[in-house]
Structure formats: C-alpha cells, structure tokens
C-alpha cells in the first residue's frame, strides 16, 4: 500500500507558473510508475503527465506539451508537476496517482491516488 499527499496548489494569474508536488509513503515508492490527473468542475479526471519508475521516460498530454514538466525525486519519494504559462483552462483539481505496472494513461488502471490539490489560473 502507498499514501499520496498533493501539494503546491493555488491561485495563479494566466501566463504564472506553479510546481505542484506529492509526497508518497509506504512501499518503495521507485517501484511505482507516477502521474498527474486533473479534474475540472463538469468534466472527467483526465491524464496530465506520467514518468516511469527511474524517471527515463515521461509522457504529457497534448494539452500541456512543451507547458508542463513531470520529474520525480526518488530519494525524496516526491514527484512533481512544474506548470508555466498557465492558462484559465488548466484550472482544475489535480490529483497524483500511481501503479506498478507500465506507464500509461488510461485513469482505471491506477489503483492509488491522493486527495488533490486545487489550482485555479484567473484571466
């Protein structure tokens, strides 16, 4: 079992930047494949960034290539999500989450997720 705990939300102007980061505790958090979802009011969680268990390999949704960094710190057992030029439609909750399988996107095969953190970008 893993515990995730989200932080480093906020309120930003269009155009900031955030880090946000999550802390997990339990197993050996490099055993687990990492991610971020989001979820915006009216709409489904949906795939943000993912990284392997090393840190090789990451994946962005489209959405947010070239804006959003995924990293993690395994001796820290923290990933993070760094956010620039933030926009009013990235504003959502966004929820860490991980599995011990391969690095994907689909949100049903994560079976541990954290309680979220709330970013909100004004125009």
């Known amino acids: 079992q893993v515990q995730l705990v989200e932080s480093g939300g906020g309120l930003v102007q269009a155009g900031g930047s955030l880090r946000l980061s999550c802390a997990a505790s339990?197993?050996?958090?490099?055993?687990?494949?990492m991610a971020w979802f989001r979820q915006a009011p009216g709409k489904e969680r949906e795939f943000v960034a993912g990284?392997?268990?090393?840190?090789?390999?990451?994946t962005n949704a489209d959405s947010v290539k070239a804006r959003f960094t995924i990293s993690r710190d395994n001796a820290k057992n923290t990933v993070y999500l760094q956010m620039n030029s933030l926009k009013p439609e990235d504003t959502a909750v966004y929820y860490c989450?991980?599995?011990?399988?391969?690095?994907?996107?689909?949100?049903?095969?994560?079976?541990?997720w954290g309680q979220g953190t709330q970013v909100t970008v004004s125009s």
């Open positions: 990284i392997s268990r090393s840190g090789a390999s990451t």
């Open positions: 339990g197993r050996t958090f490099s055993s687990y494949v």
């Open positions: 989450a991980c599995r011990e399988l391969g690095l994907i996107s689909r949100r049903a095969d994560y079976p541990y």
